[in-house]
């Protein structure tokens, strides 16, 4: 351990006042959460492409979204499902937050809205479309349609926002990243708002083929909605899902002199790099562990004050243990007090977007005193031996909450949310 | 806030007109393009079919030819660049990993890109149409993301501290170098590689470019015969699109003390970073390069110098009709009067655009003209264009007294980001 942080600007503390999300359970938080809440599984057979005779046939797809409920139609038609996700999203964080955005402020709010593969979709259809019907057929809105950046650049097109627009890619710790980013943009005073998320739609064929060749996707397809089953002894693979959430993060005095709604604080945060393998996690969970332990110290916490952590638990025989065994190294004997469960359970793993569903669980969690549950647990793995919250919610105070991303190529990002007292 | 301050103390680049930095700038003083016909692929079912490609690049000699065999062109760019990079630093051991004694896991870094591993994406989804979904490699995924990068050169060269992947299109290399400086001044690291990479030089991105109309016209304006070197004209009256290239540079951003205590020799210092979004269009600047204005001014805001300040600007001077007329407008409006006392180049002439990669290649260049007092020029600057009146440094490079230098990126979707590096003085 190096030097402590400096002492925080009660000021320029980060603070939550809205949120949004489009999610395999629903296309609002309030239907998200509810359907959290009550254990309910957004996995199903696959319908965005036809999966027959595939050996991975089922997904958490989005359902029923319609862009033109958040976006022009014409302009909609010139987004990747990946923008258009985040847009929606962010319409609804910004409506929820109450912020007003005109000439007075447009230059001072920033977006941080991160993603894993990005426009992945339209590359796919440019190609198909090349090689059946050569160049001149190809789109000329592909390239600006599949950029990663497109998700933050659209919310700040739809929305006229334009302090910096950032867009970081850290594979299944993207979302994750992107709050410990607007943390740090806004307690440094470069901006006094940041919209801040990620988001993530990539249900194709290829993504599917490769992620199903690596052996990382569940093939129980027959039984859609336990496929999911993080920590339980008969996981056997993540299911891919899509999703957007994004939170509006604001200078603790900023939100109090508009007399926003508070629901809690970004209270610090961590990168770190495994520095181990391209797709395997290192299986010390070295690098974990420190991104807990540092974001807890940037956080200026003990940690004993945390109540809850929001798992990576994809539901991969190694993520699942290691993270396991991080926690273990992190916490000591804290552990076993510690509540921790997996949205992935329900949601599958949104990649670039997890992260940010699950900053959004732990707002929530703390609100509401509920820990949605981590569903399918039906037989215990002894290398899984925490506290997982499982089947049921579950009412408890939660006071400061974690979130983990951790993703390929080894890099972890670690999020500390905590109440704020009125 | 802070009395942190970031260095740069190793630079690292593969680059069109040369592997290494030697090479590179050799070829940039001298005003030597690197743009030529496309060797990559079959080009000829296109319009236009020139890149600036990196030339006799050999990946197994920076890294293991396994995972040289699996990973992406960009990946091998950045692992080549990188480790130079680290060597240049006096950081790299004997083992070729990080020195034992400097702390792992507070030296990280913002790697850059625009689209990552495109390359091996498209080659999993070329096999997918033709042969189905059970020949796709399971190793695809893991080395086409925009993160893959910076995932192997952490792995390769054992660096575990902060670690991200910016993209913002065009404007990413800019947002790289400027993220690594604030994670050092904030104090989150003590060591950051500020960098990007692209490899760009797939078929798919002819077809889209070509599409949009935005690339150059490989011909001799005067002449009107074909001739790859003089596709790129940025600022010239006859430009009419910028040339797609590829390539890595890395820069070590090292907090001051740090690098003192170790003996490391800083060669610029990193003193501002502004980054902004037009809000305005998916693919146009907005008018006037309004957002590339408000990116420059927090960039001496966060410097805390006046424009009179700056004696050097590498403009992002695509060679498209309208950035380059923007970008000129911006800089007239940000620095009034002393516009006319800039020198102000596009090495974009000579290098093409490398998309993610260019604002940390350009930012390599503005270090070097810091640390050597030499300015390369803008080539194929023929016909002034009468609205377009800076000085651009035509066709030949300058020798000047140069204390401080501003690095203008600007992307698709209305990125905008700006670097400004001073000469190191204690």
Not at chain 2, 232 to 238: E, G, L, Y
Request: aromatic share 6%.
């Amino acid at each position: 351990m190096t030097r402590p942080p400096p002492p925080r600007d009660a000021a320029r503390r980060a603070v939550v006042t809205g949120l949004g999300a489009v999610t395999p359970i629903g296309n609002d938080v309030a239907t998200f959460w509810s359907n959290l809440v009550a254990g309910v599984s957004g996995v199903g057979p696959i319908t965005q492409f036809d999966a027959t005779g595939e050996e991975v046939r089922i997904a958490a797809e989005v359902k029923s979204f319609e862009p033109r409920d958040w976006i022009d139609f014409k302009q909609a038609r010139r987004m990747s499902r990946f923008a258009q996700l985040a847009v929606a999203a962010a319409r609804q964080a910004i409506d929820d937050s109450g912020l007003q955005i005109g000439d007075h402020n447009r230059d001072d709010i920033a977006v941080v809205v991160n993603t894993g593969g990005g426009g992945i979709g339209d590359v796919a259809i440019g190609q198909q479309t090349m090689l059946e019907q050569g160049g001149r057929r190809v789109s000329p809105f592909m390239v600006p349609m599949l950029s990663p950046s497109m998700g933050a650049a659209q919310i700040s097109i739809q929305n006229g926002i334009r302090g910096p627009v950032i867009t970081s890619v850290a594979a299944c710790a993207s979302g994750v990243q992107a709050f410990v980013e607007a943390q740090r943009l806004i307690e440094h005073g470069d901006v006094d708002v940041v919209i801040a998320g990620g988001t993530e739609s990539a249900i194709l064929p290829v993504a599917f083929a490769a992620l199903g060749n690596m052996g990382a996707l569940s093939k129980r397809n027959d039984e859609p909605e336990k496929a999911s089953r993080p920590f339980d002894a008969g996981r056997d693979g993540f299911v891919f899902g899509e999703a957007a959430a994004v939170m509006v993060v604001e200078a603790a005095d900023h939100a109090e002199g508009r007399g926003a709604n508070i629901l809690g604080e970004i209270a610090g945060g961590a990168l770190t790099g495994d520095a181990f393998h391209i797709s395997a996690p290192d299986p010390s969970g070295y690098g974990a562990t420190l991104a807990m332990q540092r974001a807890l110290r940037d956080a200026h916490l003990e940690m004993e004050a945390v109540d809850y952590i929001v798992a990576h638990g994809t539901s991969t025989p190694l993520n699942d243990a290691t993270e396991t065994k991080a926690i273990r190294a992190a916490f000591g004997t804290h552990a076993d007090r510690l509540a921790v469960s997996s949205n992935k359970s329900m949601i599958g793993h949104t990649l670039g977007a997890a992260g940010a569903v699950s900053g959004l669980v732990a707002i929530l969690a703390i609100r509401d005193g509920v820990i949605p549950p981590t569903i399918n647990q039906e037989t215990a793995d002894p290398a899984c031996d925490l506290d997982y919250v499982p089947n049921v919610a579950r009412r408890a105070t939660v006071n400061v909450a974690i979130s983990n991303g951790f993703g390929f190529g080894g890099q972890n990002a670690v999020s500390v949310f905590a109440r704020v007292d009125a | 806030m802070t009395d942190r301050r970031a260095v740069v103390t190793g630079m690292g680049i593969v680059s069109p007109v040369g592997i290494g930095s030697e090479a590179t700038w050799d070829a940039l003083v001298s005003g030597r393009s690197g743009i030529a016909d496309i060797t990559l692929f079959d080009a000829s079912p296109f319009e236009i079919g020139v890149a600036g490609e990196v030339k006799g690049f050999d990946a197994t000699a920076y890294m293991d030819a396994k995972d040289a065999r699996r990973h992406d062109r960009n990946t091998h760019f950045a692992v080549a660049a990188s480790g130079e990079a680290l060597r240049d630093a006096g950081l790299l051991g004997e083992n070729g990993t990080v020195n034992g004694d400097v702390d792992a896991d507070r030296f990280g870094m913002v790697f850059g890109t625009g689209i990552g591993g495109i390359g091996i994406m498209l080659e999993g989804h070329k096999i997918l149409l033709e042969r189905g979904p059970r020949r796709v490699s399971p190793f695809m995924l893991p080395h086409m993301l925009p993160d893959s990068a910076s995932g192997q050169v952490a792995i390769q060269y054992g660096l575990r501290g902060p670690n991200m992947a910016v993209v913002s299109a065009c404007a990413t290399g800019g947002h790289a170098i400027g993220e690594a400086m604030e994670a050092i001044v904030r104090g989150q690291a003590d060591i950051m590689l500020g960098a990007g990479t692209e490899a760009p030089l797939v078929p798919l991105a002819f077809a889209g470019f070509g599409q949009m109309r935005a690339l150059g016209t490989p011909k001799d304006p005067d002449s009107g015969e074909y001739d790859a070197t003089m596709a790129s004209r940025p600022f010239d009256a006859t430009r009419d699109g910028f040339v797609v290239s590829e390539g890595s540079a890395v820069l070590v951003l090292e907090e001051l003390s740090h690098a003192l205590a170790r003996g490391a020799r800083p060669i610029v210092e990193v003193i501002g970073y502004g980054s902004s979004a037009d809000a305005y269009d998916m693919a146009a600047p907005a008018e006037r390069g309004e957002g590339n204005q408000r990116a420059m001014r927090a960039a001496l805001a966060r410097a805390g110098i006046g424009p009179e300040a700056v004696d050097y600007i590498n403009a992002h001077g695509t060679s498209t009709p309208l950035n380059d007329r923007y970008e000129t407008m911006a800089i007239r409006d940000v620095f009034g009067e002393h516009a006319d006392r800039l020198a102000v180049s596009s090495t974009k002439s000579m290098t093409g655009h490398a998309m993610g990669a260019a604002g940390a290649i350009e930012a390599y260049v503005c270090a070097k003209v810091l640390s050597t007092g030499c300015i390369p020029p803008t080539i194929n600057y023929r016909h002034p264009d009468p609205e377009l009146t800076l000085d651009y440094v035509p066709n030949e490079a300058r020798a000047a007294e140069v204390r401080v230098a501003l690095s203008n990126s600007m992307g698709l979707g209305g990125h905008n980001s700006s670097v400004i590096m001073r000469r190191f003085e204690e």
